[in-house]
């Protein structure tokens, strides 16, 4: 997937703001990229997403070195690197610290239970990355691994990092994603949790297939 420099830009400024607007990317947290022919874009470091515009979206070369732009690339550029390098068929990531999914990552707890159909039908698990200094080498290749098998992980203590072929499809995953673990703590509060059984799981990818 290829875009206009511009346009790809343009796509990057749409759905940072969206990501703000939304909750799920506080302050000046999160940053987001896209793959393109000659290396990835991503924001500027210490941007607040929803006030961006095109000179917040550097163009950086896959060991980090910025090629087009004069702000400072986000310091997770080498996580971002590390996830592209792994697999093809990525061409967007947004990592960011939305509060509910992050609770999941600050208590220990990788998200497993198939509480919803649509959860059952796109993910076995999203998987809990050991805690590493954010924007270190450890972080970037630890992560790096994990998008061999995954889509999603989360960042013990620190966030959650979402991949997918275009930012839209990850940052619809992302909402789902946090509309699963806003269900799940109102299912605690009410009483507790009850996935889905593995019949039914089957049956529901079974269908879609």
């Known amino acids: 997937m290829e875009f206009s420099q511009q346009g790809t830009k343009n796509e ?4 940072s703001k969206r990501l703000y607007q939304k909750g799920m990317s506080p302050a000046t947290s999160g940053n987001i ?16 997403l929803n006030d961006m515009d095109e000179n917040d979206v550097v163009l950086i070369d896959y060991n980090g070195n910025t090629i087009e732009g004069t702000k400072k690339p986000s310091s997770e550029k080498v996580m971002h690197s ?6 093809d068929d990525i061409n967007a990531i947004i990592h960011c610290h939305c509060p509910i999914i992050t609770a999941f ?17 796109c993910y076995d698990k999203i998987p809990l ?16 691994k ?28 992302l909402e789902s994603l946090r509309a699963y673990c806003e269900t799940y703590f109102g299912a605690e509060v009410l009483g507790g949790v ?6 039914e799981v089957e049956k529901v990818k079974k269908m879609y297939k």
Not at 12 to 15: G, K, M, P, R, V
Request: proline share 4%; glycine share 6%; hydrophobic share 45%.
């Open 12 to 15: 990057i400024l749409y759905w």
């Open 82 to 87: 590390a996830i592209y390098t792994q697999r």
């Open 33 to 48: 990229s896209v793959k393109v022919k000659n290396g990835i874009y991503i924001s500027a470091s210490g941007t607040c």
């Open 129 to 144: 990355v050991p805690y590493f200094c954010p924007s270190s080498i450890e972080l970037a290749d630890t992560v790096g």
């Open 194 to 199: 009850c996935a889905i059984g593995k019949k």
């Open 105 to 121: 990552a600050v208590a220990g707890v990788e998200i497993t239970k198939p509480i919803l159909p649509d959860f059952a039908l």
């Open 146 to 173: 994990y998008f061999e098998k995954y889509n999603a992980v989360l960042l013990k203590n620190h966030g959650v990092v979402m991949a997918s072929n275009s930012l839209q499809n990850a940052f619809y995953a």
